[in-house]
């Protein structure tokens, strides 16, 4: 089912996969158009979003803050490639295969 408004996980900002489908997921929630059943947020260590905010060294919420005040995408992600830490391109490859990848024959 497409969502209006939601990016495939696999489209990049900053070349980083998942990253603009969360921030998405962000806007869409606080609009009240993210229907349920959506993993949002960092509740679980295991969704992509608290593992994407992980990978770039950032907290969740006040990275929803910045991006509920307005932000734009490459705007968020220089803020957290400023507050968090700045993955190498080798790294960036890494999460990209996993993210892209996970789930194909994982344990479900």
């Known amino acids: 089912m497409k969502i209006p ?3 495939a996980a696999d489209e990049t900002v900053g070349g980083i996969v998942h990253f603009g489908r969360m ?3 962000m806007r869409l929630h ?5 229907p ?7 509740g679980d260590p295991t969704w992509w979003d608290s593992r994407c905010c992980r990978f770039l060294g950032v907290n969740y919420e006040a990275l ?6 307005g932000a734009t995408d490459e705007a968020a992600m220089e ?3 400023s507050q968090g830490r700045q993955p190498t ?3 960036i490859q890494i999460w990209n295969a ?7 024959r994982d344990e479900a």
């Open 5 to 7: 408004g939601l990016r």
């Open 23 to 25: 921030l998405d997921k």
């Open 30 to 34: 606080a609009a009240g158009t993210l």
């Open 36 to 42: 349920e059943g959506y993993y949002l947020g960092d």
């Open 64 to 69: 929803s803050s910045l991006v509920l005040g």
């Open 79 to 81: 803020w957290c490639l």
């Open 89 to 91: 391109a080798e790294e």
């Open 98 to 104: 996993f993210i892209v990848k996970r789930g194909w």
